[in-house]
Nanobody, 118 residues
Framework: VQLQASGGGRVQAGGSLRLACAPS????????MAWFRQTPGKERELVAS????????FYEDSVKGRFTISKDNAKNAVYLEMNSLKPEDTAVYYC????????????WGQGTQVTVSS
């Protein structure tokens, strides 16, 4: 099973993009679903996460009020709505699942490039 991410692209500052991620096949429902991002030379950072059962949400400080994470339990899908994009949001975005019995995010998508021009 792999995660398939889509929705990246190039936008101007202030624009919006919506990322989507879903597993390619059947898998157990995850405990946590998340979006990370990474730029060259920097560590991958957690942008937002959502708990499958409770819906509890976490946002990294710099995206609060601009990004919205959501999920579709029936599809085991996770989404990231990104508004008011800034050039510093430019990165490769990865979705990830932490499944029951695992201590960390162990299922990853292939990454989708988001480029925000000023």
């Amino acid at each position: 099973v792999q995660l398939q991410a889509s929705g990246g692209g190039r936008v101007q500052a202030g624009g919006s993009l919506r990322l989507a991620c879903a597993p390619s096949g059947r898998t157990s429902s995850p405990l946590l679903m998340a979006w990370f991002r990474q730029t060259p030379g920097k560590e991958r950072e957690l942008v937002a996460s959502i708990a499958w059962y409770t819906g509890n949400i976490f946002y990294e400080d710099s995206v609060k009020g601009r990004f919205t994470i959501s999920k579709d339990n029936a599809k085991n899908a996770v989404y990231l709505e990104m508004n008011s994009l800034k050039p510093e949001d430019t990165a490769v975005y990865y979705c990830a699942f932490r499944r029951p019995g695992r201590s960390s995010y162990e299922l990853w998508g292939q990454g989708t490039q988001v480029t925000v021009s000023s």
